[in-house]
């Protein structure tokens, strides 16, 4: 696969990589509508588009990463909806057989997101939960019976909040990978902010990069709102 990434696009780090080795693995037919949020240079959508899936979207809150998503898949010969906006805004009304995230998940100094700039990239509030939780609130009713939700994720955010949210929405919940490593650049700079927050131990300077799955049951227990 050829990528690149424009200048102030979030390029692909390891727990992209670790995303899209999962959606590798994940059952893809023609046919599958693919939703990948947060996108940035479009890895997880060219992923699915390299796999033979004709229905791929791509979104992003930056103007020059949806540029950067049209040119990957021009540069790889594979067809990719590029849409700007926040989450699910710009596809209402829309469901999907899988649904990828690797969303902002760095703790900052406020819970409000930055507005522009590459920081929109991973800054995630107070306790790096602010669009994870809405991620979570709103992905179910856009799931088909059947549809996979999948997103990375760190243990210094707390695991078992996710899983509970997921699975009050009627999802079936695994971890299909989990690795365990120092922390990246990104935390490393909130050392202080994380230990102050209580999200990380003094002196602990490693964490858990996961991917968390949530599946709709094929038989929909799930209440649509779509």
Request: aromatic letters at 2%; hydrophobic letters at 40%.
């Amino acid at each position: 696969m050829r990528l690149v990434t424009l200048p102030g696009v979030f390029a692909p780090i390891s727990d992209s990589h670790m995303l899209a080795d999962v959606l590798r693995q994940e059952t893809l037919r023609p046919g599958s509508r693919v939703l990948d949020l947060c996108t940035g240079s479009g890895l997880l959508a060219l992923t699915a588009a390299h796999r033979g899936v004709r229905d791929v979207t791509a979104v992003d809150v930056s103007r020059r990463s949806v540029l950067t998503v049209r040119l990957n898949a021009r540069l790889n010969g594979v067809r990719v909806r590029a849409l700007r906006g926040s989450l699910f805004e710009p596809v209402p009304g829309e469901a999907f057989d899988v649904i990828t995230c690797n969303p902002p998940y760095v703790p900052a100094e406020t819970d409000e997101l930055p507005r522009r700039g590459p920081q929109r990239a991973w800054d995630a509030g107070r306790d790096g939960r602010v669009v994870l939780d809405r991620l979570l609130a709103e992905a179910p009713a856009h799931l088909r019976p059947g549809g996979r939700l999948l997103i990375t994720h760190s243990s210094l955010l707390g695991i078992e909040p996710t899983r509970r949210a997921l699975t009050a929405a009627g999802l079936e919940v695994d971890i299909p990978v989990r690795r365990r490593g120092p922390l990246g650049p990104l935390m490393s700079a909130r050392v202080e902010h994380l230990e102050r927050e209580g999200l990380l131990r003094p002196g602990q300077r490693e964490e858990e990069v996961l991917v968390i799955r949530g599946r709709r049951p094929a038989a929909d227990r799930v209440a649509s709102r779509v």
